[in-house]
């Protein structure tokens, strides 16, 4: 049996003796936050993670590698002490509507949709009122805290994708064009903002944009086919700048979106995830995403059964684009970014399934709305 003060003790030698350097090795007490302090990356929290299973005799699975878990020493002992019980990823936002029944989202291409050639949806009537509904709200989100409107290409060059690390990372999701050798469709609407600030030394509050966008990747769920679009809609608002800048644009929109959830009495969580959609695939990085966390999603219910979809993201990239594109702050650093992105067509299937397709059974704030009549 190993009580949760002699783990404490023997994770504090260990963290002095293996993970810091001797000159550091002295600040780390019990209360330390690790990873607040950046004691810890990604390759010293595997080592973490095996010494822990080492002492405690038993395999760590990484649902419970969260911050919760692991933000200090005495939290590790508290959570995996022989008695303890681990945390699981935390949820940040709740709205729970369990006595619900749901609709067949299938409706969707009955009432709103058109299935499209090229693996998307093309919306209409109440559909498409209820996309401009809502992208008008976020829009006006980013007018709000200063972000200017952009328009990009609605193709992306093959090297910017390769230098951001999307082709080495997801070669089987890349869309060509033909034999186009330059070009691609993009993945995602950020990845056309970095190369204009690349080489580039930005203030603290750098650079902050929004832009809606066709996204293309080689992905399916033969199952739900609907939920896994080859080609979407995608709204983003993309921060560039130092690491409090931003933090604060993904916080004041997680609070934006939260209270919309609210007023759309839509059954929906917000909650940690991993996605390595921005960083290596290594499990590493994928744990260090979770601990720190690094990315948020927001999860629409979509089935009797609670099955949900990733709805919007909310994700910091720290300096990993401030590296790949060579874009620095002031004092020399790499600058750092994060996103928030929006996918409408899952906004829409989510809502059809939760309210169904008639308007006048649609939460008050929707038909009293100017883009959707009652």
Known sequence: MLSRDELEQRLLRFVRRDLVSSALADRVLPTTRLFEERLVDSLKILELIAFLEVVTHRK?????VVLANFASIEAMAKAFSTTAESAYPAKIFENARRDRSYVDPALLIAEGAIQTG?????????????????DGQVAQWAREIGAVEE????TIALKTLERAGFIKAFPQKLVRIGDDDDYALPPAVCYHHYPYL???IVDERGSIITAIGRCVREEHDDTHPLERLRSFTMREIVAVGSAEFVEEMRADLIERV???IVALDLDAVIETATDPFFTSESRGRLLMQQVQPLKYELRLTVSDDGRSIAAASFNNHQDHFGKAFSIRQRGGEFAHSGCVAFG???WILAFFAQHGTCEADWPIRIRRSHAIAS
């Open 60 to 64: 760590i699975p990484d649902a419970q």
């Open 118 to 134: 090229d693996g998307g949806l093309e919306l209409h009537g109440s559909a498409l009122a209820l996309v401009e509904y809502l």
């Open 198 to 200: 690349a080489n580039q």
């Open 344 to 346: 409408w067509e899952r």
């Open 258 to 260: 939260g209270k919309l």
């Open 151 to 154: 328009v990009f290409a609605d």
